[in-house]
């Protein structure tokens, strides 16, 4: 079945440091890649999608490109803050007909000043 | 608007009782998905409904689990029986039609004694 491997964490960095957290998948189709974010005692909230190979997918300053010839959607940042202390889930969508989401583990990042 | 909201928000339970769990998604939103987080398991999809009727149950761990929607509303997830392992986060998420972005509550945190 589809699945989703992504870097193991946790993740610590200083403000303003770059961030990657890698994400692989594996799919049969053409899923549509999500990255959501869980931030401390909060719900889960969609931070980017790509729905086809090439699309990039933004928003607060993180990016992920959907490479089909990679398998992946890595997601950066060029410069973290604090704020940005979180579990970062990669997800694809299962084109069996739910379209039910498949994450990968999460990865725990903390910034510090 | 209001967004999804499940209660209760925490339950304790002792092993052996049957509990239910109950999801409001977003007014309008025809597809109603269940997650479950867990430590040992990261996150699962359990069961998807397209209006009332369920067409993905694959998640659904064992015959202890079920689940039914009303009115295209209002979503209950019982557990029967229950046992240490169900002890996890259970997570709803509605979206406005399936493939559209999936929307999540807050949780309900299962622990079973």
């Known amino acids: 079945g589809d699945s989703v491997t992504q870097m193991e964490g946790p993740v610590t960095l200083s403000e303003e440091a770059f961030l990657t957290i890698n994400c692989t998948y594996t799919?049969?189709?053409?899923?549509?890649l999500f990255w959501y974010v869980q931030y401390p005692g909060e719900g889960l909230q969609l931070l980017l999608k790509?729905?086809?190979?090439?699309d990039k997918g933004s928003n607060k300053g993180f990016e992920a490109t959907y490479r089909k010839e990679t398998t992946s959607f890595h997601l950066e940042k060029g410069s973290v803050q604090v704020s940005d202390s979180a579990v970062y889930f990669c997800?694809?969508?299962?084109?069996?007909?739910?379209?039910?989401?498949?994450f990968g583990k999460g990865t725990k990042l903390t910034v510090n000043p | 608007g209001a967004g999804v909201s499940q209660s209760p928000s925490n339950k304790v339970t002792e092993k052996g009782k049957d509990v239910e769990l109950r999801c409001d998604p977003i007014?309008?939103?025809?597809?109603l998905y269940w997650y479950r987080q867990s430590l040992g398991q990261g996150l699962e999809f359990l069961i998807y409904?397209?209006?009332?009727?369920?067409?993905?149950k694959s998640g659904l761990p064992s015959d202890r689990f079920s689940a039914e929607r009303t009115g295209g509303s209002v979503s209950t997830l019982t557990i029967q029986r229950t046992q240490q392992e169900d002890s996890a986060v259970y997570l709803c998420?509605?979206?406005?039609?399936?493939?559209?972005?999936?929307?999540f509550g807050p949780g309900t945190r299962l622990t079973v004694t």
């Open positions: 007014s309008g939103h025809t597809a």
């Open positions: 799919a049969t189709g053409y899923p549509s």
């Open positions: 409904f397209q209006g009332n009727s369920a067409p993905d």
């Open positions: 998420a509605s979206s406005l039609l399936r493939g559209h972005e999936q929307y």
């Open positions: 790509a729905t086809k190979a090439d």
């Open positions: 997800a694809l969508s299962d084109q069996g007909g739910s379209e039910k989401l498949v």
